[in-house]
């Protein structure tokens, strides 16, 4: 079987791109572990080191999509994540935006994953909080349901990703596999907010998530972070009505301060937790500011508000009045509940 991809591989070899058809098959078979380590290992290497394409990334990611758990639902949901890989080992904010964006009135579905090149992952820090990550699709809806957020763990809904896993890690550099977590969201997420780790990607994942059926869709980098960020200026792709705009955001435009990376630095999982309860009970300062950023740009892609500035203010009222705190209480007490969804 494995001299079916010989070909495939020899025109990535040689610096040519795939099409669509052949990159999806190619890694619907990697999701099956038909090609070899070897296999994957090369192809993955070519495609990093000529450039992934914006086919490519499609592909695959629709290839990961049709293997996928997928949490059924009749919301218009949102996600909020990023690639990670940015090496700045900060707080965790997609995270906590989650439970801001919900107090706001969203219906939140956060995928995630445990730590791979940071200290603390969504996974982590969620379990250091008390919610069961390994909730079933039940716990999940109703999460969804009540909380207005549930959290997707990629390792439980994305099994077939065991077949690259140790090929990943072997490799230990970014490759096509680091982008499309948050492109392949298992609730069909249509509304996102999606963080890369560096300039290059911005414009190519807004462009895949269009490819991929994404109503509205934001792809950030600030300022080295996967994350829009308050310590400089924000690079943003936007898709909406079939095409991209590229622009720029900065912290004073929407009212916010620039903070120093250290006032946002993280530390393991307990240590962001920390940080997390106490940004929820109300402390102010430079985690709280970029929070309300992020999930000002959610509020925005959701149409939720018609400025940042609106939806900064929106993410304050929701910390503020402890609506974003409820959140996270009732996604505890969902997934650790015997709960089915409600009618």
Known sequence: MSDAFKPLLAKLADGQTLDE?????????????????????????????????????????????????????????????????????????????????????????????????????????????????????????????????????????????????PIRQQLGFRTIFNLLGPLTNPAGAKRQVVGVSAHRFVEPVAKALGALGAERAWSVHGAGMDELTTTGETEVAEWRDGSVRLFTITPEAVGLPRAALADITGGDPAFNAAALTTLLDGQKGAYRDIVMLNAAAAFLVADKVETLREGVELAGAALDDGRAQAALAGLVAATNSEAVPAA
């Open 21 to 165: 058809d052949d990159a999806e098959i190619f890694f619907a078979a990697c999701l099956r572990g038909e090609p070899t380590p070897a296999q994957v290992a090369a192809a993955v290497t070519a495609m990093r080191l000529r450039g992934e394409t914006v086919g490519e990334i499609t592909a695959c990611a629709r290839a990961m999509r049709r293997a996928a758990i997928h949490l059924e639902h009749p919301y218009d949901v949102i996600d909020v994540c990023g690639t990670g890989g940015d090496g700045l080992h900060t707080l965790n904010i997609s995270t906590a935006v989650g439970f801001v964006a919900a107090g706001g009135g969203l219906k939140v579905a956060k995928h995630g994953n445990r730590a791979i090149t940071s200290k603390s992952g969504t996974a982590d820090v969620l379990a250091a909080l008390g919610v069961n990550i390994d909730a079933t699709l039940a716990q999940q809806r109703r999460a969804l349901d009540t909380a207005g957020i549930c959290f997707l763990f990629a390792q439980s809904h994305h099994g077939a990703m065991k077949h690259v896993s």
